[in-house]
């Protein structure tokens, strides 16, 4: 659809051709582009058709009159050009599909409908955003919207949580509740500081809100990856009171970056599943704002187009053919007055003027009136000033006050080395005072030994620590100096004069030291002057000296305040305070009699006491944690008892949990990097004895490592889609995998076959994965798996056949567990959870109380029944071959070890963004129901000790529970992108997680802190894996790579 001109009848001379010849010749390739005509039609070009020429420049006076008739000169944008164009746009739209179909892997989503502005001239005033609200919004109810906001709390090291949690409960009042994401300020900061992360963060998201009161702060953070996408964030005032309004006043607004080094930009104003109707209204919107945002107007447009997506061709609007001399661009106003404003650091009455070139200059505030707080304030702010007041001992109050009132006057004119000399002559004035002689040769030693001009490091170091000593023996006489009560007023006078020479001493001395130490000694006598004036005004007893003096380091407080205050209980000598406390193990097993602790007993004495009760010796000695009222000890009993109300008639009972009684070393490094798969790999797993793995990846395959070697052993093929999960058998002698075809296969570990015929029942894909646990059954015969079909099943492996079918689930199964007492967890996208009774599919109880898709299951006793008969803690030493009956006896101890604890508990996560905690034996009501995540929930572990929870969500944060009653204990924040899963070490005191920022993450569970980051994957990783011998943890991704990470 290009614009031609046509040729009058008038006769045209040989100059006039070749003019237009010229001009022809002028027009670029890119314009002769959009012009060409749909392939597979031939034109027929006629003589007349030859000499037309197409104008995307400046055209000359005489073809003014001819242009086409549809064409006016004026400068105005016709409606009925514009419906023209949008319905050959939708037209060649359709053809651009047909061609490309099924091509493409997303044809169903709509395509952003842009128009192209082109401008005449180039403005050289600062641009500015094109703000346009269209009467018809073309975001859809899939679009992801993120809404940064102010930080309620500055600081790099403040916990961002609060913050998300009040603006998410401001939203939710204010009935908004289609925003995906509340970010904080500080979260963009930190989390999206790598490039990688802020280009993720730019596709992450469809529109991004912004507080107005930060909009400023924003573009910085964003990064220009966030720019090129075409994406600008839209402010907002968050403090409005028709909140709901102003969201979608600012969704229904269109941007156009306006730039000052291109002629060319874009806004959307639609998108390809909108009516043609719709798209032309929100043309004309865009147009009649044009004359107050665009610079120089509508004159300035050279042309408009429309393009679909990111399609080559475009479709004409409309053509300007004005030249550049009948374009007026408004004329930027040069600021040549200067920005005055006040500024904190500055005493009162001064402000900052910043010029245009930059410079930068103090002003006075001539409308300032000085009070005598601001007087105050600049005695207390300048030492030199208080060293100067006091320079005649025998002045009354008011020649004090008058002084001093002329001094401060006359310190806001004298520049500083006026100050410096002055100070330098009192000094010098002072020295010529009667001394006693040994002080006079002290310091003339002194000054001999350590120059004033020597600024070395130790030399300031040893100075420092020898004015602190003179520091003190100038307390010693000030207190000694200072009257008892009931003695007579005149002592105090003579009590008063050794005061001030003492202190006139001191500061003969300052001016002999080096300046940093000289400074610092300038401002402690600037409150022994305080002690000094507030001891002339009003007499005060002993203990209320003392306590002035012990407040010389403390420059904000008031020593008249003090002065008058009682001496406070704190300042007296504390005396160490006794409890009468209890041990209590976890089960509630009393640990011998009461007994006297002092408060300040450290941990490190507590083990001692508690390992010597359980009659340990020092070679079979338990490390122990304790527990005061779920306040963990830490440091000693007195810290955990802070916040804690006694009640004197009770015996204190401290709780003490024994921990692993080996250590795992933090992985460190990786050792390996396995390539070998063709796709993504999505399931890891370690045998329970730590001594195999095996993955399953999207190419259909299953391999087997060799870890000594730390390369490929076996490639198991035969399923014919995604393998999706794995499982290892009790024993570790068989694994079993599940693809997206639905059926189940079963591979020898020691030769990689396969065994026996495969599983097959489901009618979808199967989701999970889990055997029999090894006490109820040591010939591992029985495996259970869920599907997306809503079935649970389960399998006799050795017969190949399906014993029991668990039905009842309404939509699709997502995870399964098989519990030590023989029931069975299944979590559904229904909601709910059901109890199963494995010996004959009863269903015992459904568990309620989810919002959306319950994702995860984890048990309080997996880790036992995951290792079976293998003891970490017995990992690399020489061990016995068990007999079957001899390894199921081991197992069960093992697992009632742990049941002393408290019975098998259940965590559930959800879509719903929570956690609950269950007792699933007993009772189908929640223990616990765990708030906090922002996003899903994707993966939930309990520690291997059974003490503690740890939950992955898609929020970027893993949060840390109480496993015992899902108290939150603390988040665990540094990946910038959703945590996919986590694992626990052998000993809880570790954690590593994958995420889809391509990083591993160790995390120190005593600390409460990153321990470790492990980057190295190219993409995002899926799985992870820590061996129960704790030696390796094992990742894979997107990547296509193993790696295997050691210490």
């Not at 390894?887 to 604890?901: E, F, I, P």
């Not at 061996?1027 to 997107?1038: C, I, L």
């Amino acid at each position: 659809m290009g614009l031609k001109i046509k040729k009058s009848p008038k006769p045209v001379t040989a100059t006039q051709k070749k003019q237009s010849v010229a001009k022809k010749s002028t027009v670029s390739p890119a314009k002769k582009g959009t012009q060409t005509p749909p392939a597979g039609k031939k034109t027929e070009k006629k003589k007349s058709q030859k000499k037309n020429v197409t104008h995307p420049v400046d055209v000359p006076s005489e073809y003014v009159n001819m242009q086409d008739p549809s064409i006016t000169s004026k400068c105005e944008l016709q409606k009925s050009s514009v419906e023209a164009a949008v319905s050959a746009a939708f037209k060649a739209h359709e053809l651009t599909l047909q061609k490309t179909k099924g091509g493409q892997l997303f044809d169903s989503e709509p395509h952003p409908i842009n128009l192209l502005v082109s401008a005449i001239k180039i403005s050289s005033s600062d641009p500015q955003p094109f703000r346009v609200k269209v009467p018809h919004p073309f975001l859809n109810d899939e679009c992801d919207i993120c809404l940064i906001v102010q930080d309620l709390e500055k600081g790099w090291k403040v916990n961002h949580e609060p913050t998300t949690q009040h603006y998410q409960e401001l939203l939710d009042s204010k009935n908004v509740s289609f925003i995906s994401e509340v970010m904080p300020l500080r979260q963009l900061r930190i989390e999206f500081k790598p490039f990688e992360a802020r280009g993720k963060f730019a596709k992450r998201f469809d529109v991004v809100l912004v507080d107005k009161r930060i909009a400023k702060f924003i573009p910085r953070y964003l990064g220009k990856a966030f720019y090129q996408a075409g994406k600008l964030p839209v402010s907002i005032d968050i403090e409005a009171e028709d909140l709901l309004a102003e969201v979608n006043r600012a969704l229904a607004t269109s941007m156009m970056s306006m730039s000052n080094k291109g002629s060319s930009t874009q806004m959307q104003v639609g998108l390809s599943n909108q009516t043609e109707k719709q798209i032309i209204e929100n043309i004309m919107a865009v147009y009649e704002s044009m004359p107050k945002h665009f610079p120089g107007k509508f004159e300035n447009i050279r042309s408009l187009y429309i393009r679909f997506g990111n399609n080559t061709w475009t479709v004409p609007i409309y053509v300007s053919f004005a030249t550049r001399d009948s374009v007026t661009l408004p004329v930027s106003k040069k600021r040549d007055e200067p920005l005055i404003d006040d500024l904190s650091t500055l005493a009162p009455g001064w402000k900052v003027a910043v010029y245009p070139s930059g410079e930068v200059k103090k002003i006075k505030d001539e409308g300032y009136q000085h009070t005598d707080l601001d007087a105050a304030i600049e005695d207390i702010e300048a030492p030199e000033k208080v060293l100067e007041l006091d320079g005649d001992e025998d002045m009354s109050d008011a020649e004090i006050d008058e002084k001093k009132t002329a001094a401060a006057k006359t310190s806001r004119k004298a520049p500083k080395n006026v100050k410096k000399t002055k100070r330098t002559t009192e000094a010098s004035d002072v020295e010529d005072e009667p001394k006693s002689q040994d002080k006079s040769e002290k310091i003339s030693k002194k000054k001999k030994a350590k120059p004033a001009d020597d600024s070395s490091e130790d030399e300031g170091d040893a100075l420092e620590e020898e004015y602190m000593k003179e520091l003190d023996i100038l307390e010693e006489k000030i207190v000694g100096a200072n009257p008892e009560e009931g003695d007579d007023a005149e002592d105090g006078d003579d009590a008063e004069d050794d005061v001030e020479e003492a202190v006139e001493e001191e500061v003969k001395k300052a001016d002999s030291k080096p300046k940093q130490i000289k400074k610092k000694t300038l401002k402690k006598m600037n409150i022994k002057k305080k002690a000094k004036r507030a001891f002339r005004k009003s007499p005060l007893d002993a203990e209320t000296v003392k306590h002035v003096c012990r407040c010389r380091k403390n420059e904000n407080v008031s020593v008249h305040e003090i002065s008058k205050r009682k001496l406070s209980e704190s300042d007296e000598k504390e005396e160490v305070g006794h409890v009468l406390a209890q041990f209590k193990s976890e089960s509630g097993e009393l640990l011998e009699s009461p007994i006297d602790l002092p408060l300040n007993i450290t941990t490190a004495n507590l083990q001692l006491i508690c390992n010597a009760f359980v009659k340990k010796s020092d070679d079979e000695a338990t490390p122990y944690t304790f527990f005061v009222q779920d306040v963990e000890v830490t440091s000693n009993l007195a810290a955990a008892l802070k916040n804690v109300v006694l009640d004197s008639e009770k015996v204190l009972e401290i709780i003490y949990q024994p921990q692993a009684v080996f250590q795992v070393r933090a992985v460190t490094r990786c050792t390996s990097s396995l390539p070998g798969h063709s796709e993504a790999v999505i399931s890891v797993s370690f045998s329970p004895d730590g001594k195999q793995l095996a993955s399953g990846s999207g190419d259909t395959t299953v391999r087997f490592w060799d870890l000594n070697t730390e390369s490929p052993l076996f490639t198991c093929k035969g399923h014919r889609h995604w393998v999706l999960c794995t499982a290892w058998a009790p024993n570790g002698q068989t694994l079993a995998s599940a693809c997206k075809s639905g059926e189940i296969r079963l591979w020898d570990a020691a030769t990689g076959t396969q065994k026996g015929k495969p599983l097959v029942g489901h009618k979808q894909w199967v989701t999970w994965l889990v055997w029999e646990p090894f006490h109820l059954n040591p010939q591992c015969r029985k495996l259970a798996s869920s599907s997306k079909d809503g079935d649970v099943r389960i399998w006799d492996v050795v017969l190949g056949t399906c014993l029991i079918n668990l039905a009842g689930h309404q939509q699709g199964v997502s995870c399964i567990r098989w519990g030590g007492t023989g029931l069975i967890y299944s979590a559904s996208q229904d909601r709910t959870v059901k109890v199963w009774r494995s010996e004959d599919g009863i269903l015992c109880r459904t568990l309620q109380g989810h919002a959306h898709w319950v994702n995860t299951l984890a048990l309080s006793t997996d880790y036992v029944l995951r290792t079976g008969a293998f003891e970490p803690a017995e990992f690399g030493r020489t061990q016995k071959t068990l007999t079957p009956e001899e390894a199921q006896k081991k197992a069960l101890d093992r697992y009632n070890l742990v049941q002393q604890v408290g019975p098998e508990r259940l965590v559930s996560g959800s879509d719903d963004f929570t956690l609950f905690l269950w007792n699933p034996e007993t009772d189908k009501k929640h223990l616990a129901r765990m708030t906090g995540h922002q996003q899903l929930v994707n993966d939930v572990k309990f520690s291997p000790d059974s003490r503690l929870i740890a939950s992955a969500s898609f929020d970027k944060s893993i949060k840390i529970w109480d496993g015992r009653t899902g108290n939150f204990i603390t988040t665990l924040r540094g990946h910038v992108q959703a945590v996919y899963q986590i694992s626990w070490s052998a000993d809880s005191r570790l954690l590593v997680s994958g995420s889809a920022d391509s990083t591993l993450k160790v995390w120190n569970l005593k600390t409460k802190k990153l321990h470790l980051d492990l980057p190295g994957h190219g993409d995002e990783v899926f799985a992870v894996d820590w061996s129960p011998d704790s030696q390796r943890v094992v990742s894979g991704g997107r990547d296509k790579v193993l790696k295997i990470w050691r210490y």
